[in-house]
Each structure stands twice: as C-alpha cells, then as structure tokens.
C-alpha cells in the first residue's frame, strides 16, 4: 500500500486539519467531527446538512458554502458518521428554519441520520430528509434497501442549496430534493479496485481485461463483471441502463464523474460518448459536469449520471455557488 498518509488510523484527522488550514471560509470541529461554513448559520436559513463516509472526496466536504450545504459530516473511510456527530452539526446549523438532512441511500448513513433527527426532535429541533437513491446498477444488496445513492447527491445538494439561500422553506426544500432525486440517475464502471487505508489491500480484484459494470461508490460489486471495452461502449453500456430504467427526452444535466484515478482526458473521452449518445437519442444536453466531485479513493473508473431537468431546476442549478469545489456566478 503506497499512500500519503501519516498512518491508517488518522487519515480522517489529519484530512480535516488539512481542511481547516487550506479553506478559511469552512470551520473545522475537529472533536466532533464536522464542517460548516464560518460566520455560522442564517437567521431563518433552512439548514442543509450531508455527511458519509470519507474516502468520496470533494462530496460532501467540499460542497459546504454558498449555495449549497451548510455542513458535512464525514465519517471514517467507507465509514457512515455517527449519531452524536450528526446531531451536533444539525443544531450547529438550525438558525430556527429547520435542517434538512441529504443522505444517500446506505443502511449506516440511513440509520443513523434517522437517529440523529430523533434526537434532535428532542430537542426541538425539526429536521427532513431527502434520500437519494439513483443507481440504477443494483437494487437491493448488503449495503442497501433499495437502490444505492451516487451522483445524484450533487445535484440535490447544488439545486436544494440555491432554493434554501432564496428563503425557500423546510417543506419547499424537502419536496425539490426529491423531485431531483426523482429525475436523476446514475450507472457506474470501475476499471480498477481501491484500497482503504485501514485495510491494506484492494477491496477486489480485477483482471487487466476485466470491468466492473454499475461498481457502487465503495467498491460494491454492480451487475455484471466483463471485459474492456472502448469509452463508447462503456458510455453506451451506462446510457442503455439509464434510460431504460427513466426514459430519457428533452433537456439534461449531464456529470460524467471520475471515481478518483482516471485522469481528466479520459473523462473528456467518456464525455463526447455521451454527448454523441444522447444527441443520437433526441437528448439536448442543457448543462454539464466533468470532473472528480464524488469519489472512490483510488480507483479508476466513472460515473454518469442524467437528471431531467425543468425550467426551474435550470435556473436553480444556474444559480451562484461557492464552495471549495464547485463554484460559479459570484
């Protein structure tokens, strides 16, 4: 294992000190374990609060900010957070509004985001949540119920955040995160495996001509193990799966993600796959992302994913950002 890192079991805390240095618009509670942005929270602000296991790098860190999240609460690698960790960056973020709580579809991040809003009923705080859940790779596994949550959480965290800085209220933020939730989905292929610190070792293998076909962002086996193919193919492979699952028409927001080792010509590659695919099918594609924004450590591969859009998700998605990974229009 080769990896910059001071030893296994501080990766996360040395991460967060890193954090903290590298971005003066983000707090660091580094005994409890969470990111919000500096200032604290806005009077009247609905709340918007993610969190999962580290090792996905930007998400969900790296969307705190302006227009987005107002805190993250990583976990260890693969690791969802805890309830106490949860709950202390919701009442960190409750400016009166309520909190929404963004949580993909894993069992620990599920379970104990549900914990952490029980508890912070208890204390009358009143917290949402929007669960993504837009692979369509695989439905139902030892990670999940249902389908897993992947690059969809982008998505509701850029549109949701814009709604939640115009003054959108609890209900209204809760109801567009799962209308995007509803229109996204998402097919990932690994090309290679990773290795978790605390591991050692590849969490699996693949031969030099193999693929893993809707790999899951923790290195969950997909639908099918098969061989090397051309970025086309592979977009074409991803693009069938989607839109038979959510027939796919109109105007798109497109992210091809890179899963952590693929380098950015390679997704540029995929994109023009995709591009030519879509258009191909009568797809206009309105808006688009090409980059790392939800990751798998090392590993080498991508994600697409397709969200429907309408006016109104258009023009919230166009909306200024500013974050340390994702910024426009300020």
Not at 190 to 218: N, R
Not at 247 to 268: A, C, D, F, H, K
Not at 295 to 320: F, H, K, N, R, Y
């Amino acid at each position: 294992m080769k990896k910059l890192i001071n030893a296994p079991d501080e990766v996360l805390a040395d991460s967060l000190a890193g954090v903290a240095a590298a971005h003066p618009s983000l707090v660091v509670n580094a005994s409890e374990r969470f990111i919000t942005r500096a200032g604290g929270p806005r009077a009247g602000k609905v709340g918007l609060l993610s969190g999962g296991g580290s090792g996905h790098e930007p998400l969900h860190g790296g969307f705190v900010g302006y227009g987005m999240l107002d805190a993250a609460c990583p976990g260890e690698v693969f690791t969802s957070p805890v309830p106490d960790q949860i709950l202390a960056a919701t009442k960190a973020v409750d400016a009166g509004a309520g909190v929404l709580h963004i949580v993909k579809n894993y069992t620990g991040d599920v379970l104990n985001f549900q914990m952490a809003a029980e508890l912070a009923a208890d204390d009358g705080v009143r917290v949402e949540a929007v669960v993504v859940n837009d692979d369509v790779a695989v439905e139902n596994s030892t990670w999940t119920a249902g389908r897993r949550g992947t690059g969809a959480t982008v998505f509701v965290e850029k549109i949701v955040g814009a709604a939640a800085e115009r003054g959108a209220d609890l209900a209204t933020a809760v109801a567009l995160g799962r209308e995007v939730n509803e229109r996204s989905r998402s097919f990932g292929v690994a090309l290679s495996s990773c290795t978790v610190p605390a591991a050692g070792k590849p969490g699996f293998e693949l031969a030099e001509d193999e693929i893993e076909l809707g790999v899951g962002i923790h290195g969950e086996p997909g639908r099918a193990r098969g061989q090397l193919v051309s970025a086309r193919e592979i977009a074409g492979i991803a693009l069938d799966a989607i839109n038979d699952d959510m027939p796919l028409s109109g105007q798109v927001l497109v992210m091809v993600n890179g899963l952590g080792g693929t380098p950015l010509i390679e997704l540029y590659v995929v994109y023009a796959a995709v591009a030519q695919w879509l258009s191909g099918h009568g797809v206009s594609i309105a808006r688009s992302l090409v980059g790392n924004y939800i990751t798998s450590l090392e590993m080498a591969g991508c994600s697409i994913t397709v969200c429907q859009l309408t006016p109104q998700l258009t023009e919230l998605w166009d909306a200024p950002v500013e974050t340390p990974a994702l910024r426009w229009g300020r």
